[in-house]
């Protein structure tokens, strides 16, 4: 009898503690006691600004550490209960508890409970459930298995890399939170493009491979994706993929602990790539390859090269709005993470490290970095004005990189579109929807980094005008 009353009590305080946020406090106060040792130790960061960063760390790892503790004593609330029920001179709940026989039928309670919990939970924020978890985590977590794939989808498609080369792709790369998503989804609805799509996943390496296995498309019902943006997606929809590709083959030359560097292709892998999008049109049916990456801005020389009849659009916005987007849903997205190891996996299998637990900084021109703490404005405006700086240097020397202003698209969508369309010879199909998002921002941070960005900002406007009527 005492024995399957521990067992009770065990499995009703596991459940309980799993119903609690503990992973999240846990990463917050692992990330938190991180970050502060890391800016504490920097020698180029002013005292100014550790004063002014460090208690708001201190405040998340004290805070956590608080919810972390009431969220261990769930475990034992269900045990003191039963011990005040079923207290009597010949039932010692404590003591039998105690025992060897106690510990282990509250260890195996426990990891019975954990299992009944894993199973039940049947999606989690990827929206993927437990057995299309493992399939991604068999696929995506091995390069070896990967590149097996690649090559038998290669050995099963045959293109012409001269064809390839030499078609008018689309390349859509802008850091996030820009609107590249929007401008991806209004020409890929011109049908003159092939594309990944979210059925390709997980065998993004090998979409003609995985069609025959897989049969007929899964289009599913419309739902917003994790960003909670209001962009609604489903199977069927276009998404950065692609970039599994890169991650793959190359990924230690430009995705390091803290950052993402600039990645000198060779030349041996643009051939791969050129055939990796060979499979894809084929795949697809159209010759014509659109693909929104925003990681490309980390090669945009080597592709600009080597496709010479393609056109890269850059996608950008006010730099104070933009970094304050990108400030928000990196809020969120370390939260979701949080709460959700797969999903980090899974974000950090397809290189997404715009924002998050594994955010990694895009510098592609400037000085060190000043600002190493995400939770400042100062931080996002530095990543802005590095890459944008080299997109205005990049497209005042060729035309074909258009910077697209967010704030300007959807102001004159009536005017501008046309020229777009125009200009990746998608044809005119009737003018897309373009609401501008614009948030109020209190800024009180650095002036200096901000008349940077704002300068860099009407060099892209420029630049946008400029290059889509083709001067």
Not at 375 to 398: D, K, P
Request: glycine share 6%; hydrophobic share 40%.
């Amino acid at each position: 009898m005492t024995l399957a009353v521990l067992a009770v009590a065990t499995v009703v305080g596991v459940f309980l503690f799993s119903c609690t946020k503990y992973r999240l406090y846990t990463t917050n106060i692992i990330t938190g006691a991180r970050k502060s040792a890391r800016l504490v130790v920097n020698g180029a960061i002013s005292d100014h600004w550790k004063e002014r960063v460090l208690p708001q760390y201190s405040l998340i790892i004290f805070s956590n550490s608080l919810k972390l503790f009431v969220s261990l004593a769930t475990l034992f609330v269900p045990f003191a209960l039963f011990c005040l029920a079923f207290q009597s001179e010949e039932f010692d709940l404590a003591g039998d508890a105690a025992s060897l026989p106690g510990v282990l039928i509250s260890t195996f309670s426990a990891c019975l409970c954990l299992l009944v919990i894993s199973r039940a939970k049947v999606a989690d924020k990827s929206g993927y459930n437990v057995w299309d978890r493992l399939l991604h985590r068999l696929v995506l977590s091995n390069n070896t298995v990967g590149e097996a794939f690649f090559d038998i989808e290669l050995g099963r498609t045959s293109t012409s890399e001269a064809d390839i080369r030499k078609a008018k792709h689309v390349f859509v790369a802008g850091l996030a939170r820009s609107g590249t998503t929007i401008l991806m989804r209004s020409l890929y609805e011109s049908r003159q493009f092939s594309s990944l799509t979210y059925t390709d996943m997980p065998f993004v390496l090998a979409p003609n491979l995985w069609r025959s296995l897989r049969g007929t498309s899964r289009q599913g019902a419309m739902q917003e994706r994790s960003l909670q943006d209001g962009i609604r997606v489903n199977f069927e929809s276009p998404e950065a993929l692609e970039e599994v590709f890169w991650r793959t083959f190359d990924g230690e030359s430009y995705i390091k602990p803290d950052k993402m560097v600039r990645h000198p292709v060779a030349s041996s892998l643009i051939e791969k790539y050129t055939a990796y999008i060979g499979a894809i049109t084929k795949n697809y049916g159209k010759d014509r390859y659109l693909t929104k990456n925003n990681n490309n801005l980390l090669r945009l020389e080597p592709l600009l090269s080597n496709f010479e009849n393609s056109i890269f659009l850059v996608p950008y916005r006010h730099p104070l709005q933009q970094a304050n987007s990108l400030l928000r849903t990196h809020d969120l997205m370390t939260k979701e993470q949080g709460e959700d190891p797969f999903f980090r996996k899974y974000m950090s299998w397809l290189a997404h490290h715009e924002f998050g637990l594994d955010k990694k900084r895009m510098l592609l021109e400037g000085n060190v970095p000043e600002y190493e703490a995400p939770v400042l404005l100062e931080f996002w405006l530095e990543e802005w004005v590095s890459v944008y700086g080299a997109i205005v240097t990049l497209a005042s020397q060729n035309d074909r990189v258009v910077p697209i202003g967010y704030e300007l698209l959807c102001d004159n969508t009536e005017a501008l579109w046309p020229k777009i369309a125009k200009k990746t010879d998608t044809g005119f199909r009737g003018i897309p929807d373009m609401i501008k998002s614009h948030k109020d921002v209190d800024y009180k941070g650095d002036d200096e980094i901000l008349s940077k960005a704002t300068e860099t900002y009407h060099k892209l406007n420029e630049l946008c005008a400029r290059n889509l009527n083709g001067e």
